[in-house]
């Protein structure tokens, strides 16, 4: 099960892609394995040196018990110092930003893909908007041709 996040790539142009672990409880996990999440509004911060995942919501387990866990609570991103510290730079440096991009599976364990971020303008966001509908016809007229 993959949780996209399908607005990133139409509101920012993304520079990098890392992908990081995530500290859930177990009831979290299951609701994300059953697909009951989202990351439309999400970012990551950096603070102390250490990277935290803020505004995804991930809703509660149906067969929680009093156990359950808060649906927007901050969490943890786990990743190598020096790759933090390098984010760190460039997002304090370059005006970048970090935002998830999925939540996916790899090996039985949550994955985060974050992307290295830039805000797209309203003309950016024209100008993807027409060069996705010359794919879409040029991909047309290929396949009736």
Do not use: Q, W
């Not at 920012?12 to 439309?40: C, H, M, P, W």
């Not at 509004?41 to 919501?57: C, K, M, P, Q």
């Not at 190598?80 to 999925?102: C, D, F, Q, R, S």
């Amino acid at each position: 099960m993959e949780i996209l996040n399908r607005k990133a790539r139409y509101d920012y142009f993304v520079e990098d892609e890392i992908e990081a672990g995530i500290v859930l409880t177990g009831t979290e996990i299951k609701s994300i394995r059953a697909g009951k999440a989202n990351i439309g509004d999400s970012y990551a911060i950096i603070r102390n040196n250490e990277i935290y995942l803020l505004n995804t919501h991930i809703s509660e387990y149906t067969e929680g018990n009093r156990f359950n866990h808060d649906e927007l609570r901050t969490r943890k991103l786990l990743m190598h110092k020096k790759e933090i510290l390098k984010l760190a730079n460039k997002v304090n440096m370059e005006g970048y930003t970090l935002i998830p991009l999925k939540i996916y599976f790899s090996k039985g364990r949550a994955k985060v893909l974050v992307g290295v971020c830039k805000g797209k303008k309203n003309y950016d966001k024209r100008e993807t908007i027409k060069n996705r509908d010359i794919e879409r016809e040029m991909r047309k007229n290929i396949k009736y041709n």
